[in-house]
């Protein structure tokens, strides 16, 4: 079956990495066109194939991309209601049924055997062995046999969460048990009522020596050649911190008419800074404290002449007072906000990285993205980052941080680039 479109070298040598082996990882970053090597090599291989992938991901990018890359594969969508989804995954004609994690334990209920291969797109996804949905998934698989995942990053969050991602792909690079691979790895501590975990000196380099042999790494040089710059642009913001002192030294703050924001242990508190950094704190309603956000996030949309913006946002009370400012701005949610932003029609795209950040092309319609407040998580960043600065984007890509100073917005920052580090160790020891 051929693709109508030429992979780019490094996504050929991709494709046939994965058509050679039954079991196998793909790492690459976001944007460098995991999707289409995997078709690839799909389109290539004989047999019929279950993809799971994030929700947006299944039901936008995989039968787009398949049009492009393997349009002689028959591509069905596994979601909606219950006999929907039944009659795509017994749908003789589909060479590939797409569905999302969300189905697993539906999919767990379901005859399988008529799918030789089963992709996982964003495999970290299956991070905790010990979550229903990889136990429910374990049960059924066990007669595909060939398997191949997709990531953008093994330990965008620690070691620990590399073993669930290659044992659903290949059990036999790190064993069966979690427990046996924390005990060869990790040193083990108390801090208050709970066990964690610390990597063994050496233990990084020991585990990605184990699973190299099945994962093929794009070395970020070879790909970011391909893109135009990336450019970060911390924007250092202040406000009053008289009230923020007062919960971050108390756990609580009184706001006024008897109403009380309290939080009740120190993650909690942490919570709640990070939305006072924003300018607001949740309580029986939502309350502004400042709009020194606001504002920047304006300043910036009128200096860049209007110009399409991301704007990442955490919080449900973030959006909705960006909805109420900005007359043109549109949820990525709503009908029809894609194909509109990629069209050029949409002023501010407000979204979420944990229900944006994966696998949607949005590279056509703009070339600005801002940051409202972060995630602790490396994972979602990246993703989210990666959704302008990838493949088919033609312009310099500007992302900016608000920061406001003397706040949590700083350590979160900081925790984001210590866990880069991290991730950045790891693909130094794939490689080959």
């Not at 079991?23 to 090597?37: F, H, I, S, Y």
């Not at 989804?85 to 569905?99: G, K, M, N, Q, T």
């Not at 009740?264 to 300018?279: D, F, I, P, Y």
Request: charged share 25%; hydrophobic share 40%; proline share 4%.
């Amino acid at each position: 079956m051929a693709a109508n479109l030429s992979l780019r070298p490094y996504q050929r040598t991709a494709a046939d990495f994965l058509f050679r082996r039954d079991r196998a990882m793909l790492l690459a970053p976001v944007g460098a066109g995991k999707t289409a090597a995997t078709l690839t090599a799909m389109a290539e291989s004989e047999g019929r194939w279950l993809v799971i992938a994030p929700l947006r991901v299944a039901t936008s990018v995989w039968p787009a991309e398949a049009a492009r890359w393997a349009p002689d594969l028959r591509v069905r969508v596994a979601v909606g209601t219950p006999n929907q989804r039944v009659a795509a995954l017994y749908d003789d004609e589909a060479d590939v049924v797409v569905s999302n994690y969300d189905n697993l334990q539906w999919l767990a209920d379901h005859d399988l055997s008529s799918f030789t291969g089963i992709v996982f797109d964003e495999l970290t996804r299956l991070k905790n062995p010990s979550g229903k949905r990889f136990k429910a998934l374990e049960k059924v698989i066990k007669e595909i046999d060939v398997r191949w995942g997709l990531t953008g990053s093994f330990t965008s969050n620690g070691l620990e969460d590399v073993f669930g991602q290659v044992k659903i792909v290949d059990q036999k690079l790190l064993g069966r048990s979690k427990g046996a691979f924390q005990q060869q790895y990790f040193f083990s501590f108390l801090r208050g009522n709970y066990v964690e975990y610390e990597p063994r000196p050496g233990a990084l380099e020991q585990v990605m020596d184990r699973i190299k042999p099945a994962t093929y790494v794009l070395e970020p040089g070879v790909y970011t050649d391909t893109l135009p710059p990336l450019h970060t642009v911390e924007v250092p913001l202040t406000m009053d911190l008289t009230d923020y002192e007062t919960m971050r030294k108390n756990f609580v703050l009184e706001l006024g008419n008897d109403e009380k924001a309290i939080a009740e242990n120190a993650a909690v508190v942490t919570q709640k800074l990070q939305q006072m950094a924003s300018g607001f704190v949740y309580a029986l309603e939502t309350h502004w404290q400042s709009t020194h956000k606001l504002d920047a996030l304006a300043d910036l949309l009128d200096e860049n002449q209007r110009a399409p913006t991301i704007v990442w946002y955490q919080y449900v009370a973030e959006r909705d007072e960006l909805m109420r400012r900005h007359k043109g701005a549109r949820d990525v949610r709503d009908a029809g906000a894609i194909d509109d932003w990629n069209a050029g029609k949409v002023e501010a795209l407000l979204a979420h990285p944990a229900s944006a950040g994966h696998g949607l092309n949005l590279q056509h319609g703009g070339c600005r993205m801002v940051w409202l407040s972060l995630p602790w998580s490396l994972e979602l960043y990246e993703q989210a980052v990666g959704r302008l600065h990838r493949s088919g984007q033609r312009h310099d890509v500007w992302n900016y941080v608000l920061l406001t100073d003397k706040t949590v917005d700083h350590k979160i920052w900081a925790a984001l680039r210590d866990k880069k580090s991290l991730a950045s160790i790891a693909l130094e020891a794939l490689k080959c």
